[in-house]
Nanobody, 115 residues
Framework: QVQLVESGGGLVQPGGSLRLSCAASGSIFNIYNMNWYRQAPGKQREWVARIYSTGRTYYADSVKGRFAISRDNAKNTVLLQMNGLKPEDTAVYYC?????????WGQGTQVTVSS
């Protein structure tokens, strides 16, 4: 069972940047599918980005070109670099290991984009 802890959230102005970190208690070397999701108040959880063990990445259209997901297997960490932040990016961001048993979720980190 992998435990995940997100960090790096905070308050930024529109156009600013943040780097979120997802630290795993266990190795992510053998985890094929790592994801970031987000959930804004009153809205459904939204998938944001995915990275496979091959390094292949996928992004939601809403963040494509602005966000970048990466993984550091040696440090058991998944990162989400967020650039060009918009107010609509405001949400709690969650890290997810999709193919662990059961799937693992962190507690979330708050990202607020506001002037």
């Amino acid at each position: 069972q992998v435990q995940l802890v997100e960090s790096g959230g905070g308050l930024v102005q529109p156009g600013g940047s943040l780097r979120l970190s997802c630290a795993a208690s266990g190795s992510i070397f053998n985890i094929y599918n790592m994801n970031w999701y987000r959930q804004a108040p009153g809205k459904q959880r939204e998938w944001v980005a995915r990275i496979y063990s091959t390094g292949r990445t996928y992004y939601a259209d809403s963040v494509k070109g602005r966000f970048a997901i990466s993984r550091d297997n040696a440090k058991n960490t998944v990162l989400l670099q967020m650039n060009g932040l918009k107010p609509e990016d405001t949400a709690v961001y969650y890290c997810n290991a999709a193919d662990t048993v059961p799937p693992a979720w962190g507690q979330g980190t708050q990202v607020t984009v506001s002037s």
